[in-house]
Nanobody
Framework: EVQLQAFGGGLVQAGEYLRLSCTAS????????IGWFRQAPGKEREGVSA????????FYADSVKGRFTISSDEAKNTVHLQMASLKPEDTALYYC??????????????WGQGTQVTVSS
């Protein structure tokens, strides 16, 4: 059974830093890409970042490039999303998900529960 658990959210001020973590069981990162998504109230869910250790590729949405960094700790089966220079518009419920294979441009089949990030101005 595949399970993903996201944690690390919180309330911060604009310009501050948070690190989200996603711990996975039932999958290994060398075979499955992991993505971070977010959804703000009244808005559609958007892909924020993704990582594929199969080919070392990374994806970042334009809105977070240069501020967010995704990385993986394969020994702990954990993916981190380091979020720097946070903005109020980053406020959302953040989810991690596992792709159905190592390609993060494909479908994501397994989702963790969300962790709330709130950035005050």
């Amino acid at each position: 059974e595949v399970q993903l658990q996201a944690f690390g959210g919180g309330l911060v001020q604009a310009g501050e830093y948070l690190r989200l973590s996603c711990t996975a069981s039932g999958i290994t990162f060398d075979r499955y890409a992991i993505g971070w998504f977010r959804q703000a109230p009244g808005k559609e869910r958007e892909g924020v970042s993704a990582i594929s250790e199969a080919d070392g590729s990374r994806f970042y949405a334009d809105s977070v490039k240069g501020r967010f960094t995704i990385s993986s700790d394969e020994a702990k089966n954990t993916v981190h999303l380091q979020m720097a220079s946070l903005k109020p518009e980053d406020t959302a419920l953040y989810y991690c998900a596992s792709a159905i294979n190592s390609d993060y441009e494909g479908d994501f089949g397994f989702w963790g529960q969300g962790t709330q990030v709130t950035v005050s101005s």
